[in-house]
């Protein structure tokens, strides 16, 4: 597998939307195909270009850190995908799986958290 397809992969990771609770009224849907950074307003996925994953899982949650470079800006930032395995247990049948719950956050180049996006 060539080293562009293997990018080209790791876009089919990132969820195309996450949702953002809006306290009583709801839930809110944005694209996840968008530059995160202070002062980039680019929306255009083909400017986005993930190039680098990092993945690691314990009992409690599966992280997946996936960087990726804005092609307008220049800059790189972290996507990561939080998923926290146990929120809840099933009503509805005992030997069912628990429920489990997706985060995602933008991080900067350094790591520092740029904020929570929502729910995948």
């Given at each position: 597998m060539t080293d562009k397809a293997d990018k080209e992969d790791l876009r089919y990771e990132i969820p195309t939307h996450a949702f953002i609770a809006l306290?009583?009224?709801?839930?809110?849907k944005i694209s996840l195909d968008q530059c995160f950074?202070?002062?980039c307003d680019n929306s255009d996925p083909?400017?986005?270009?993930?190039?680098?994953?990092?993945e690691f899982e314990d009992n409690q949650?599966?992280?997946k850190?996936?960087?990726?470079?804005c092609k307008k800006c220049n800059g790189i930032f972290i996507l990561k995908l939080e998923t926290i395995k146990h929120v809840a247990k099933s009503t509805k049948e005992k030997n069912q799986?628990?429920?489990?719950?997706g985060i995602?956050?933008?991080?900067?180049?350094d790591g520092n958290n740029l904020g929570h996006l929502g729910y995948f």
């Amino acid at each position: 597998m060539t080293d562009k397809a293997d990018k080209e992969d790791l876009r089919y990771e990132i969820p195309t939307h996450a949702f953002i609770a809006l306290a009583r009224r709801g839930m809110e849907k944005i694209s996840l195909d968008q530059c995160f950074l202070k002062n980039c307003d680019n929306s255009d996925p083909e400017l986005l270009e993930p190039f680098k994953k990092e993945e690691f899982e314990d009992n409690q949650k599966h992280v997946k850190k996936i960087y990726v470079k804005c092609k307008k800006c220049n800059g790189i930032f972290i996507l990561k995908l939080e998923t926290i395995k146990h929120v809840a247990k099933s009503t509805k049948e005992k030997n069912q799986e628990p429920l489990s719950m997706g985060i995602v956050y933008a991080l900067d180049e350094d790591g520092n958290n740029l904020g929570h996006l929502g729910y995948f």
